[in-house]
T-cell receptor, first 110, second 115 residues
């Protein structure tokens, strides 16, 4: 029973353009949503989060949007850079429980 | 330490053997998590410690898996009678707060291969 879903396993974007990564969830009790970035042979690293009471959070080139009625969130990266090429995991938390999606592999083409 | 440290980084073992994986969390983090990640999948929850006690072990797949954290810092994940299906990257994380959110900080993982 996958509570957090990332339906696009991969995404390719030209350098300088916008990358949009999507995530859907099923549990309306989640209180935070997080994005993690993972390079090969490394553990996932925290990127940005959003509280369930917000609809947008921005940190530099990264913005996360939350649509609670659709149970959907997205991560926007603009402008995309080659160093952004990695696997991005969406996660949702309630209390001390964290649930992860299956990841989207982003390739930014120079 | 500055980050979460996991050893060994790679472990190759034979089916039926016993394996221990170690995690040294960020100093001062009381919560520690173990996750397992198989190829093409996201991290899958195994167990969560608050201090020395396992607050939630509902993710352990069967009784061949158990974990300890005797002094509330370093944790060891123990797998008995390993099977080929146990092959995965085992991730440890400790948690702290960032902008109000409870955030997991992961180690680099221990890649287990069972032949």
């Amino acid at each position: 029973d996958q509570q957090v879903k990332q339906n696009s396993p991969s995404l390719s974007v030209q350098e300088g353009r916008i990358s949009i990564l999507n995530c859907d969830y099923t549990n309306s009790m989640f209180d935070y949503f997080l994005w993690y970035k993972k390079y090969p042979a490394e553990g996932p690293t925290f990127l940005i989060s959003i509280s369930s009471i917000k609809d947008k959070n921005e940190d530099g080139r990264f913005t996360v949007f939350l649509n609670k009625s659709a149970k959907h969130l997205s991560l926007h990266i603009v402008p995309s850079q080659p160093g952004d090429s990695a696997v991005y995991f969406c996660a949702a938390s309630t209390g001390n429980q964290f649930y992860f999606g299956t990841g989207t592999s982003l390739t930014v083409i120079p | 330490g500055a980050g979460v440290s996991q050893t060994p980084s790679n472990k190759v073992t034979e089916k039926g053997k016993y394996v221990e994986l170690r995690c040294d969390p960020i100093s001062g983090h009381t919560a520690l998590y173990w996750y397992r990640q198989s190829l093409g999948q996201g991290p899958e929850f195994l167990i969560y410690f608050q201090g020395t006690g396992a607050a939630d072990d509902s993710g352990l797949p069967n009784d061949r898996f158990f974990a300890v954290r005797p002094e509330g810092s370093v944790s060891t994940l123990k797998i008995q009678r390993t099977e080929r299906g146990d092959s995965a990257v085992y991730l440890c994380a400790s948690s702290g707060r960032a902008s109000g959110a409870n955030v997991l900080t992961f180690g680099a993982g221990s890649r287990l291969t069972v032949l």
